[in-house]
């Protein structure tokens, strides 16, 4: 069974930072890709960033310049670095993760960003 966790959401004031962790493990270890979604209350889901298992990375317009996606190099944990937050940023985070041509997902982590 292919599980991820999260960890790093939290309340930060606009203009903060926080860096988000996404840990992929189970039978089978590696990732093709992995991604952030996040999902604001009463609003569609969406895309946030992407990185390949060659490192090739994709950020959506809304958080290009400010947010980083990055992985270890076990390449099964995948990381966001959100910085000049926002309080449109705030958002459940939902991290996933390819194996074998199939998308398994996190429980997501709330990340509040007050004014």
């Known amino acids: 069974q292919v599980q991820l966790v999260e960890s790093g959401g939290g309340l930060v004031q606009a203009g903060g930072s926080l860096r988000l962790s996404c840990a992929a493990s189970?039978?089978?270890?590696?990732?093709?890709?992995m991604y952030w979604y996040r999902q604001a209350p009463g609003q569609q889901r969406e895309f946030v960033a992407t990185?390949?298992?060659?490192?090739?990375?994709n950020h959506a317009d809304s958080v290009k310049g400010r947010f980083t996606i990055s992985r270890a190099n076990n390449q099964n944990t995948a990381y966001l670095q959100m910085n000049s937050l926002k309080p449109e940023d705030t958002a459940v985070y939902y991290c996933?993760?390819?194996?074998?041509?199939?998308?398994?997902w996190g429980q997501g982590t709330q990340v509040t960003v007050s004014s």
């Open positions: 996933a993760a390819d194996i074998l041509h199939r998308r398994y």
């Open positions: 990185i390949t298992s060659g490192g090739t990375t």
């Open positions: 189970g039978s089978i270890f590696r990732s093709d890709a």
